[in-house]
């Protein structure tokens, strides 16, 4: 998903790795009953951004290590100062 909104091929995951997600988010969602504190809708949207973050977050970590490391020169802009 996050893949091809960004047009990024690193953030791709296998089978293997969705699945292994999705086993470890049951799994932390049978040892903490969350419904006392969330309503589903609410947890569902939490589930999803937890997952999201943690398959995509070592990924979105290796994109800005490859972009920031471009070599050339960078203009700061500084609003000039008039003395008024």
């Known amino acids: 998903m996050g893949a091809a909104l960004l047009s ?3 953030l ?3 089978e293997d ?3 292994l997600l999705a086993e470890a988010v049951k799994e932390v969602a049978k040892a903490y009953d969350f419904t006392q504190i969330f309503n589903p809708r609410v947890q569902a949207l939490i589930d ?6 943690t398959v995509h ?3 979105v970590v290796k994109i800005y290590h490859k972009h920031s ?3 050339g020169s960078v203009t700061v802009m500084r609003p000039s100062q ?3």
Not at 48 to 53: I, S, T, Y
Request: aromatic share 0%; no cysteine; net charge negative.
């Open 82 to 84: 008039t003395g008024d």
């Open 57 to 59: 977050g070592p990924r």
């Open 12 to 14: 791709e995951i296998t």
């Open 48 to 53: 999803l951004g937890l997952v999201v973050m």
């Open 17 to 19: 790795e969705a699945e």
């Open 8 to 10: 990024e091929p690193t």
């Open 69 to 71: 490391h471009r070599q």
